[in-house]
């Protein structure tokens, strides 16, 4: 097999609220809504950066996908967001603010020699927004 991931799913309380974070909140382009035509087929997705997407699914249409009755949660889990600047952390960390998100860690310089902070969406999914001077990404390419 091979270490590839190019779907990350994340399973929602209200796909309507989520939505609103991320699209309106945050920028994230997404067609919206689509698959409503099928039973259990609602979901969002976003076309991020070197081919990865992410999907937000009712939490109770994954549950179902997946064929498991056992209640998902939270794991312990971050999703990092990196970006090119310290300054970009901190706009990025103010935007997710005034979307709605609970800022769980201002920004601040790390032990690894980069500055980073944490927030969390309205499900709880953590974000770190990172500056990592060995780890920028590429400029994102024109719309």
């Not at 990350?8 to 699209?23: D, H, K």
């Amino acid at each position: 097999m091979h270490p590839r991931l190019t779907l990350l799913t994340l399973g929602v309380g209200s796909l309507e609220r989520s939505l609103a974070f991320y699209r309106d909140g945050l920028g994230w382009p997404t067609k919206g809504i689509v698959g409503t035509e099928f039973e259990h087929g609602a979901v969002v997705f976003f076309d991020l950066e070197s081919g990865l997407r992410l999907a937000l699914y009712p939490r109770e249409f994954l549950a179902k996908d997946a064929a498991t009755n056992t209640p998902l949660g939270i794991t312990s889990i971050s999703l990092g967001h990196n970006v090119r600047s310290r300054a970009e952390v901190d706009a990025v960390i103010e935007q997710a603010r005034r979307a709605g998100a609970i800022i769980l860690k201002p920004p601040v310089d790390t032990f690894w020699g980069g500055y980073a902070g944490y927030f969390q969406d309205p499900d709880g999914y953590m974000w770190e927004v990172a500056w990592n001077p060995d780890l920028i990404p590429p400029e994102m390419p024109p719309n």
